[in-house]
């Protein structure tokens, strides 16, 4: 049984793919049973983060969290996608105003 559940796990982990001729890592969307193990590390990291804060959270306190220069926008645009992209796949929740929190 351990072996089918590590089974199950390999191949729920994120893959590398090729688009557009580059190497690019999917991020898989949550759904009931999918914990965030079998995400990136980069982006355990950001949940971690996000989770960390007291409330809503935008993109600069996030980074401050986790050590990127604030204050080069440059830092901040691949944050900013990332936190979109977990996002777009139902592990984090963007708010009106921008700021981001842990979905219940």
């Known amino acids: 049984m351990s072996e089918q559940l590590a089974d199950e796990r390999a191949s729920a982990a994120p893959m ?33 983060a996000v989770r960390q804060a007291a409330g809503p959270v935008m993109t600069r306190q996030v980074g401050e969290m986790l050590g990127v220069d604030v204050s ?21 929740r963007k708010l009106p105003d921008g700021r981001f929190t842990t979905r219940l």
């Open 16 to 48: 590398p793919a090729q688009v557009g001729g580059r190497t690019v890592m999917l991020i898989p969307h949550r759904e009931p049973g999918v914990e965030e193990i079998v995400l990136p590390p980069d982006y355990q990291r950001i949940l971690a």
């Open 72 to 92: 080069v926008r440059s830092k901040l645009e691949p944050l900013r996608g990332r936190l979109v992209r977990l996002t777009d796949r139902g592990w984090l």
